[in-house]
């Protein structure tokens, strides 16, 4: 597979991911909509930088909204420490409209790009 065609399906996936992220909110599963929205955004980034080198704009992805999707990785997924709560009722509603705003807008931005490269 080319290098090129495998930086299609990291996007194909991300946009798949980005889906997935929309459809768990619309059905209360908020952490998981959590999860499947940072990892849509890793996914197209990861699209964009394996081709093009470009820069991300702070109004895309600023840095704290890139602490809070990495927080998401894995406090969405799995118990840690000595928490009293199982990690699906740690994010709510208003977390996982943030952090699918913030991949359709990632995703978005990188499809863009590559329309434009």
């Given at each position: 597979m080319t290098q090129s065609r495998r930086a299609e399906k990291w996007l194909s996936q991300g946009v798949n991911d980005a889906r997935?992220?929309?459809?768990s909110l619309s059905g209360g599963f908020?952490?998981?909509a959590c999860y499947s929205a940072q990892q849509a955004s890793v996914l197209a980034?990861?699209?964009?930088?394996q081709q093009s080198g470009i820069t991300i704009?702070?109004?895309?992805?600023?840095?704290?909204?890139?602490?809070l999707l990495a927080r998401m990785h894995?406090?969405?997924r799995y118990p840690l420490g000595d928490a009293d709560d199982a990690p699906f009722e740690l994010f709510?509603?208003?977390d996982a409209r943030q952090a699918t705003a913030i991949a359709d807008r990632v995703v978005d931005f990188v499809s863009d790009a590559m329309d434009h490269t």
């Open positions: 997935h992220a929309r459809y908020y952490a998981q980034l990861r699209r964009l930088l704009p702070e109004e895309v992805l600023s840095q704290d909204e890139g602490r894995v406090e969405t709510g509603e208003t």
